[in-house]
């Protein structure tokens, strides 16, 4: 069964340092990866998605590298900002049909 | 639609009265799942449809939660005799067909049962 480990649990940054949240999976046998974002109260809201056969992927400020094989991902993010702060998720996706497993996350404060 | 459409986004209802919660995917999403998420707790499943197939419904947390999917588009989410414990977020989420474009989640319906 896929368990979901992100470290750390939480985090508080002053503005404009660049950060990297980490997760970790059991079951490495996986299609993709994907990182969201929750905001309080609100839905996820996807960030990036990394294929099996990626190493890595990048949206603007954001980063995300996987290695599939020692069951890692790292979402490195440049710049931080207050908009930033929210929840981090990281959901590796398994065959289809299968729950999405989800992990506590790494909640994220970034003060001005 | 341009993204996953939930309603309603904010439910009151009291203790012992049913409700039901709808998700609207996107056009030609085959797979949709519902979670939810109690307040300051991570998600838990709820129920997967895939196309024509049979659902899961394995996360379903007792006989009084049930779902349906009508043409393999809109899923509507019925929770009969609502106790305390209901209130949560229920997101929807909505997938094509397998894995490899990953998941559009919705913004999500707040149940508060009083």
């Known amino acids: 069964k896929q368990e979901v480990t992100q470290i750390p649990a939480a985090l508080s940054v002053p503005e404009g340092e660049n950060l990297v949240l980490n997760c970790s999976f059991t079951?490495?046998?996986?299609?993709?990866l994907q990182w969201f974002r929750q905001d309080p109260g609100k839905g996820l809201t996807s960030l990036l998605l990394i294929q099996s056969s990626q190493r890595e992927q990048t949206s603007g400020r954001l980063n995300a590298s996987l290695d599939k094989s020692s069951g890692r991902s790292t979402l490195y993010i440049a710049a931080s900002q207050p908009g930033d702060s929210a929840t981090y998720l990281c959901v590796p996706l398994n065959q289809a049909g299968t729950a999405l497993i989800f992990g506590k996350g790494t909640t994220l404060s970034v003060s001005s | 639609g341009a993204g996953v459409s939930q309603s309603p986004s904010n439910k009151v209802t009291e203790k012992g009265k049913d409700v039901e919660l709808r998700c609207d995917p996107i056009s030609g999403h085959t797979a949709l799942y519902w979670y939810r998420q109690s307040l300051g707790q991570g998600l838990e499943f709820l129920i997967y449809f895939q196309g024509n197939s049979a659902p899961d419904k394995s996360g379903l947390p007792s006989d009084r939660f049930s779902a349906e999917r009508t043409g393999g588009s809109v899923s509507t989410l019925t929770i009969q005799r609502t106790q305390q414990e209901d209130s949560a977020v229920y997101l929807c989420?909505?997938?094509?067909?397998?894995?490899?474009?990953?998941?559009?989640f919705g913004s999500g319906t707040r149940l508060t049962v009083v």
């Open positions: 989420a909505s997938s094509p067909t397998g894995v490899a474009y990953g998941y559009t």
């Open positions: 079951d490495s046998a996986i299609y993709n």
